[in-house]
């Protein structure tokens, strides 16, 4: 080929080339993409996907089903009884509220998001949330406290308790006592007199004639 030849053949392929490139590109403008600009754009999560677990202490009764069902123990739940005159409301389900809540934690770094948790709660207040962005430098941020007591109103119902329980074994103590003391108990606690004991008849002595 003589190299004026070659010279213009080289342009024709040059322009050929670039012509294919455009159109591949040019095709993939109309074409649907396959992937996402994460995390600028985010997909939709499954309905039933396991991500975050969430807790809405506010429903929760401290029943500790949750925490039974963990595998992996990575629930951690405390509870102190509510005495008598403290009234501590209803959940949303209806059900009465008998049990503070001064801790409910869950390591979530520990968790494997089997749901078994979800599952067995009365009031269904812990649940799975569609959050998957959680990832931390620092692991003891990965334990989510979920109890809104401050220490103030810990400390009052841990002693409101301790008077109540108190109270309680004073009165049974005194119950006691008086029981002891009344005269129905004297009565019956007086030693049993036993029945006069019959002489035996006298005995008669064969003659010895
Ligand atoms: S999802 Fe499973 S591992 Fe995680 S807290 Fe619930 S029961 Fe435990
Ligand atoms: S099962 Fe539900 S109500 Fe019971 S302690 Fe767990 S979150 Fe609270």
Redesign the pocket.
Known sequence: MSAIKTYFYNIYHSLLTVIVGMRITIKHIFTRSATIQYPTVKMKIPERGRNRLF?NID?????????IACPVDCIT?ETIKSTPDMDLGITSKKTKKRLYIPC?DIDIAKCCYCGL?VW????E??VMTDVYEFAEYDRQNLIYSFSNMTTEEITAAQDRLEKYNEEQAAKKAAATVAVKESPASSTSASPVTPPPIKPAPPTVEPNQG
Request: hydrophobic share 30%.
């Open positions: 807790v429903d929760c009764i401290g029943c500790d089903q949750c925490a739940i409910f948790c067995p709660c009365p009031t207040c812990i």
